[in-house]
């Protein structure tokens, strides 16, 4: 019969797995299916069979997680920069505003956007900021 800790040393492997797999590693995925097979030698060795048909559904359940996980990781978009993002946020607001416009123009009129943009905050670093007047306060009529 083996020794019962082996029962919290898997557990503590399995569990390492699972914070390595949260925290996007791969490892982590193959420590949890690795430690499945030894769970399948606790369960025969200790008579436990329950634990053998665990680790058979486990070992499922990570190897069904990791290939989506790797499968959704290859369809994302690659990280944009900020002026990719700037570029697009641009790009968006002139289909908005003038959505007659063909995508060619609103593309060169967003890149113009970004330039003049990134113009305003190289000025303002340069210069400081100018001050902005004061609007005059109208009451409202009730």
Request: hydrophobic share 40%.
């Amino acid at each position: 019969m083996m020794n019962p800790a082996w029962s919290y040393v898997l557990t503590l492997i399995g569990c390492t797995g699972l914070l390595l797999a949260g925290r996007k590693k791969a490892l982590g995925w193959a420590i949890g299916l690795g430690v499945q097979s030894l769970w399948a030698f606790y369960g025969v060795t200790t008579g436990q069979y329950g634990f053998v048909i665990g680790s058979l559904v486990y070992s499922y359940v990570y190897a069904l997680n990791f290939w989506t996980w790797v499968r959704d990781r290859k369809e994302q978009p690659e990280e944009k920069t900020p002026e990719q993002q700037l570029f697009d946020l641009a790009h968006e607001m002139l289909g908005l505003a003038s959505p007659e416009v063909s995508l060619i123009d609103r593309a060169r009129y967003a890149e113009i956007l970004v330039r003049f943009s990134k113009t305003a905050v190289a000025w303002e670093k340069e210069n400081g900021a100018p001050e902005r007047p004061k609007m005059a306060r109208t009451r409202r009529r009730r």
